[in-house]
């Protein structure tokens, strides 16, 4: 059965840390993994990730896929306040659907 | 550009009682997707419209679900009998299609928290 499995399920940082966060898959038929940030409601995407070994970097946060060993990483470098959010993975198949993962709980505290 | 817009925001109800949820997508999106996120939980997909057509439905509860995207734009979902188990955040997304790199920068509304007591 595909899934996704985030860990930690939950973090709690002091301001300036790096961090973390992970993502592992088991999908029959891959096509991307995607990183979003829920903050309230809406998820914001964050990245799109479909070829290995590729960083895709915006600001503070980066992330990269092995897609040899079926996971992915998100990093977030000098941590702030605002970056206290869940951060979901998903993947798409052969359909155009997400599926999640339960979502990692970041809680930055200064 | 004007992003994803949903009503209502809240929405408090009875168990049996019916709701109803409305979904804009961004202009020129064709692809539509309702998803339902239960608390501690990501989200899941519960319906795929392309246009007006359904691409996907496997995991819509059917016997109380129901959804419709007429003309393509707009959506509606609506629960009808709803029971407790139903309360979760509905969110709406859109993509501009749903093959190769678009198809994967879904952008959300700001969802629907529905409570059914």
């Known amino acids: 059965e595909d899934k996704v499995v985030q860990s930690p399920l939950s973090l709690v940082v002091h301001e300036g840390d790096t961090v973390t966060l992970n993502c592992s898959y088991e999908?029959?038929?891959?096509?991307?993994l995607l990183w979003y940030k829920q903050e309230k409601k809406a998820p914001t995407f964050l990245f799109m990730l479909t070829s290995s070994g590729i960083e895709k970097k915006s600001g503070r946060l980066s992330s990269i896929l092995d897609k040899k060993e079926l996971f992915s990483i998100l990093n977030i470098t000098a941590t702030q306040t605002g970056d206290s959010a869940i951060y979901l993975c998903?993947?798409?198949?052969?359909?155009?659907?997400?599926?999640f993962g339960t979502g990692t709980r970041l809680q930055v505290t200064l | 550009e004007a992003g994803v817009a949903q009503s209502p925001r809240y929405k408090i109800i009875e168990k049996r009682q019916s709701v109803a949820f409305w979904c804009n997508p961004i202009s020129g999106h064709a692809t539509l997707y309702w998803y339902q996120q239960i608390l501690g939980q990501g989200p899941k997909l519960l319906i795929q419209f392309q246009n007006n057509g359904v691409v996907d439905d496997s995991q819509l509860p059917k016997d109380r679900f129901s959804a419709e995207r007429l003309k393509g734009v707009d959506s509606t979902l609506k629960i009808q009998p709803a029971k407790l188990e139903d309360s979760a955040v509905y969110l709406c997304a859109s993509s501009l299609g749903s093959a190769g790199w678009s198809a994967g920068t879904q952008y959300f509304g700001p969802g629907t928290r529905l409570l059914v007591l």
């Open positions: 998903a993947y798409t198949g052969t359909a155009s659907k997400l599926t």
């Open positions: 999908v029959t038929n891959f096509r991307s």
